[in-house]
T-cell receptor
Framework: SQTIHQWPATLVQPVGSPLSLECTVE??????LYWYRQAAGRGLQLLFY??????ISSEVPQNLSASRPQDRQFILSSKKLLLSDSGFYLC?????????FGDGTRLSIL | AQSVTQPDIHITVSEGASLELRCNYS??????LFWYVQSPGQGLQLLLK??????LVQGIKGFEAEFKRSQSSFNLRKPSVHWSDAAEYFC???????????FGQGTTLQVKP
């Protein structure tokens, strides 16, 4: 069966520090991969999606970037975090219709 | 513009009572519709989805939803709510073979004993 792993579960970072969140999927090949952000009291916003290795599409202008170095690995990064980057970050995969989410990373910026 | 509206931000029901969570969408193409549930601090779990065919779809945990094209709605229902159903519920719409979904703002369900 397919599983998705996302880490860390929680992260507290100072403003201006770098960020790296990692997501891996097991049990499926060539999935579409996604990074969503959920701000407090809001729904989910799609940040990035990828249909293959090295192929990244950005949905909203922002301080973050994404990379897909391997078929089942998706990384969310930032060189310098802003206060507005706080939120709950969810990785997801799809093969066909519908999304399957990881457990998320709670990012707090101090 | 494409959008999903969940009119109720917060709903409280008694355990054993019936439940209906509303979802209205605006989408230019044939919509693929989803309901997800999120427990506090967790990711989202897919409850059910509608792509085509029978407009009444059954999901996990005893949930069902009905697609009404004329009303642009996809309301989620459960005949008898359990305390473990307390969570946040998200309606989402997308197109075809993609996970690029548009989510509603969510409805928080509280269950009274």
């Amino acid at each position: 069966s397919q599983t998705i792993h996302q880490w860390p579960a929680t992260l507290v970072q100072p403003v201006g520090s770098p960020l790296s969140l990692e997501c891996t999927v097991e049990g499926t090949s060539n999935p579409n991969l996604y990074w969503y952000r959920q701000a407090a009291g809001r729904g989910l916003q799609l940040l990035f999606y990828s249909v293959g290795i090295g192929q990244i599409s950005s949905e909203v202008p922002q301080n973050l970037s994404a990379s897909r170095p391997q078929d089942r690995q998706f990384i969310l990064s930032s060189k310098k975090l802003l206060l507005s980057d706080s939120g709950f970050y969810l990785c997801a995969w799809s093969v066909g219709q519908g999304l399957h989410f990881g457990d998320g990373t709670r990012l707090s910026i101090l | 513009a494409q959008s999903v509206t969940q009119p109720d931000i917060h709903i409280t029901v008694s355990e054993g009572a019936s439940l209906e969570l509303r979802c209205n969408y605006s989408y230019g193409a044939t919509p693929y519709l989803f309901w997800y549930v999120q427990s506090p601090g967790q990711g989202l779990q897919l409850l059910l989805k509608y792509f085509s065919g029978d407009t009444l779809v059954q999901g996990i945990k005893g949930f069902e939803a009905e697609f009404k094209r004329s009303q642009s709605s996809f309301n989620l229902r459960k005949p008898s709510v359990h305390w473990s159903d307390a969570a946040e519920y998200f309606c989402a719409v997308g197109a075809g073979n993609t996970g690029k979904l548009i989510f509603g703002q969510g409805t928080t369900l509280q269950v009274k004993p």
